[in-house]
């Protein structure tokens, strides 16, 4: 897997750092996606150009020239030129306007773009693709971007990717930077508010915006903006967490999946019962095959940090949270909020571990047949709703539903998620499928 391969760029000019206007131009431009130099700003000829897009564009799309108008990149004399190159001058030459990623912005926005990189976000794309479920979805909700692909365009895509993209018809969603200072206007305040994570952040899987929005922090976010309290009152947002100084590396400790390992051995100190949880929970993402030996799959893991496999990667990123509590709370209170978190991903992944172990029991008594696409006669929770019968989506909803609101909930101090929506929904997932797994027992019993 090639995620984090950047390509070489020249390095930008000091023009560009002193907020000069840069042009990208034909000869700077590499290999069709990522434009690659910025020229100087006192050519006669790139003003000229600047001018020119602005003036027609005002007219064939006055909503993107007032959105930029009023971004810094305009008062600071970044034209349209600046991102899309200058070789598009008409409505004849259209296809000559440069592709924009954030290897663009890195020109000018160097440190920004490196956290970026190394940041989880960075991985959104790769992480999407590696799941088997993308294979049986239409090309839209995927490469088109309406569905998975909408949230997960974010991460970077190389050269190669981009290519295929545009030949199969996607020609669009490259940037990754413009996901929470969206274009044209690309604004700080906009990118700091908490808004600028809901779209992706929401819903099914990771109803973090729900839960933050109407959690005591989120509440006291509404409140001072409305001037209910005042501007000095202590509110956090995502951002205060998750980009503390404004780094754009977003990491957890525990991670979307929350499965942690210290290489192929349990996290220390962790009880002999979680890790035998943990490692059927293992088997059934098909990181383990049911025997308990690494799979391909690992590989894929490892590459897009899918799951936490270093305990010292994992304290690093707990001791960086815990200072951002402490900010506003004494250390006692936030490592004894977030163990509270830790314990409910034990408390989960017993109940979950347990139905996994019954979908699995069938399988391995020729109950349920191995399906053609499964590696192993054994329930593959990246099957999503893919998966072949009744028993298995119910399975999935308790993973990727129920086990991810109930410990969320938790980190995220909401209380109705954590039950309601939560453990609680993962008992009633259980029962179900002590349930069905009975009645198909005995269906099969009888066909004998
Ligand atoms: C004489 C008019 C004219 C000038 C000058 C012009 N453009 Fe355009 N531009 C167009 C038209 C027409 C389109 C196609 C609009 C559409 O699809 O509705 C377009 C489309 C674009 C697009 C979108 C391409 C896409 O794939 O959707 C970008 C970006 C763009 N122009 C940037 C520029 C830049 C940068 C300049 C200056 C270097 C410039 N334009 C100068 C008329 C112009
Ligand atoms: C700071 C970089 C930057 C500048 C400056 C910039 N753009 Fe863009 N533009 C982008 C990005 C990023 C995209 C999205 C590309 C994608 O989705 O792959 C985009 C997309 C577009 C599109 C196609 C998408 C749409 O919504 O129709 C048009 C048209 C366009 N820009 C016109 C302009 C014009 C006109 C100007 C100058 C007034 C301008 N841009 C200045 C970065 C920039
Ligand atoms: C040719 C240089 C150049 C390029 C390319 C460029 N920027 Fe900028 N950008 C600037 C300058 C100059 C400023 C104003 C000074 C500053 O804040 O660094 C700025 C400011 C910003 C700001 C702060 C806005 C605010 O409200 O203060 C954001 C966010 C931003 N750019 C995002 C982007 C993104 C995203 C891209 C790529 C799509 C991009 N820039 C491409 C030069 C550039
Ligand atoms: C365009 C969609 C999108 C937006 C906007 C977005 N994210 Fe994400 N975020 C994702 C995706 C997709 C992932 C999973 C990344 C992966 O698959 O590697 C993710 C992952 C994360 C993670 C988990 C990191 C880990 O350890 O696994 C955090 C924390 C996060 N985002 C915070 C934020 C914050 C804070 C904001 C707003 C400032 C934000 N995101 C805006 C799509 C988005
Ligand atoms: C997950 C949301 C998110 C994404 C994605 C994102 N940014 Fe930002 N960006 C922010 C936030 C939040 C701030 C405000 C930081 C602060 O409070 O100082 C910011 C601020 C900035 C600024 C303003 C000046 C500064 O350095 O703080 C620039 C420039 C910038 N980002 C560039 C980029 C570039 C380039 C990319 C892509 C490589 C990118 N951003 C992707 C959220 C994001
Ligand atoms: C008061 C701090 C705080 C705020 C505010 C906050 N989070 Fe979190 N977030 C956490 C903690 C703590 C974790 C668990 C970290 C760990 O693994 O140690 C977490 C975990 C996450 C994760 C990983 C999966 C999960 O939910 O456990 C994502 C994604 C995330 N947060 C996104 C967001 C978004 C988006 C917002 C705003 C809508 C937000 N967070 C608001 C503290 C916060
Ligand atoms: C509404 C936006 C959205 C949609 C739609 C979406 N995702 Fe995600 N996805 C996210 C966010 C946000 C995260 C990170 C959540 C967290 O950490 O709690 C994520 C996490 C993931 C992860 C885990 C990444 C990791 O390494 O931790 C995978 C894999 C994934 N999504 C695949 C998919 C697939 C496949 C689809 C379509 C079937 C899909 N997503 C649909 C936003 C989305
Ligand atoms: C910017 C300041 C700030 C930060 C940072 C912050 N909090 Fe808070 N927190 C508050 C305020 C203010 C309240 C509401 C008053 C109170 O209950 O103390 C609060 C309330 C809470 C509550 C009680 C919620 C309830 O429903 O009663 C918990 C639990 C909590 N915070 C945990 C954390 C944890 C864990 C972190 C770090 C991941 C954190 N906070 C980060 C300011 C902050």
Redesign the pocket.
């Known amino acids: 897997m090639q995620l984090t391969r950047l390509r070489t760029l020249v390095p ?1 000019t000091l023009a ?1 750092c002193l ?1 000069t ?2 042009v990208l131009t034909g000869e700077n431009r590499e290999a069709g996606a990522d434009p690659v130099a ?1 020229a100087d700003a006192t050519d006669p000829v790139a003003q000229d150009a600047a001018q020119t897009c602005v003036e027609c564009h005002t007219e064939r799309t006055p909503g993107i020239v007032a959105d930029w108008e009023v ?3 305009a ?2 004399g ?1 034209g349209c030129d ?2 899309h190159g200058d070789e598009h001058t008409s409505a004849d030459d259209v296809d000559e306007v440069f592709t ?1 990623t ?1 290897a ?2 890195k ?3 160097e440190q ?1 773009y490196e956290e970026f990189a190394r940041s989880k976000h960075a991985f959104a794309w790769a992480a999407m693709k590696a799941m088997p479920t993308t294979h049986f979805k239409p090309m839209e909700l995927i490469d088109g971007m309406k569905g998975c692909g909408g949230c997960h365009k974010l991460g970077l895509k190389d050269g190669e990717e981009i290519a295929r993209l545009k030949a199969e018809g996607s020609g669009y969603g490259f ?1 990754s ?2 996901a929470c ?1 969206t ?1 044209h ?5 906009e ?1 700091r508010e908490p808004e600028a994570c809901a779209t992706c952040h929401m819903g099914f899987d990771h109803p973090q915006w729900e839960m933050y929005s109407t959690s005591k922090h989120g509440i006291r976010h509404t409140l001072k903006r409305q001037g209910v309290l005042p501007a000095s009152a202590q509110a956090p947002t995502c951002q205060t967490c998750h980009m503390p100084d404004g780094n754009h590396d977003v990491h957890t400790a525990w991670g979307f999946l929350a499965v942690r390992t210290d290489g192929l051995a349990p996290y220390p100190g962790e009880s002999d019962e979680w890790w035998a949880d943990r490692v059927t929970i293992l088997q059934a993402l098909g990181v383990l095959d049911p025997e308990g030996q690494p799979t391909a799959r690992l590989d894929v893991v490892q590459g897009a940090q899918v799951a936490r496999l270093s305990a010292a990667e994992f304290d690093a990123e707990r001791e960086k949270m815990v200072g951002v509590c402490t900010d506003c709370h004494s250390q006692q209170y936030a490592e004894a909020e977030l163990a509270k978190g830790d314990n409910m991903i034990r408390e989960v992944d017993a109940l979950l571990a347990k139905a996994i172990r019954i979908v699995a029991g069938l399988y391995a008594d020729g109950i349920l047949e191995k399906p053609e696409e499964y590696a192993y006669a054994f329930p593959d929770l990246l099957a999503f709703h893919d998966s072949p019968t009744p028993i298995e989506n119910r399975l999935f909803l308790m993973h990727l539903k129920h086990r991810m609101r109930a410990f969320q909930g938790a980190f995220h101090n909401n209380p109705d998620y954590a039950l309601w929506y939560g453990w609680n929904e993962m008992q009633l997932d259980l029962t179900e499928i002590e349930s069905m797994a009975a009645e198909l027992r005995s269906d099969h019993a009888q066909d004998d």
Do not use: P, Q, Y
Request: hydrophobic letters at 45%.
């Open positions: 930008f560009v907020g206007t840069a910025a971004s810094a990149h008062a600071e970044i600046s991102c924009v954030a663009t912005c020109l000018c926005h920004r940037a930077c413009d200072h274009r206007s690309f604004s700080i305040a990118a």
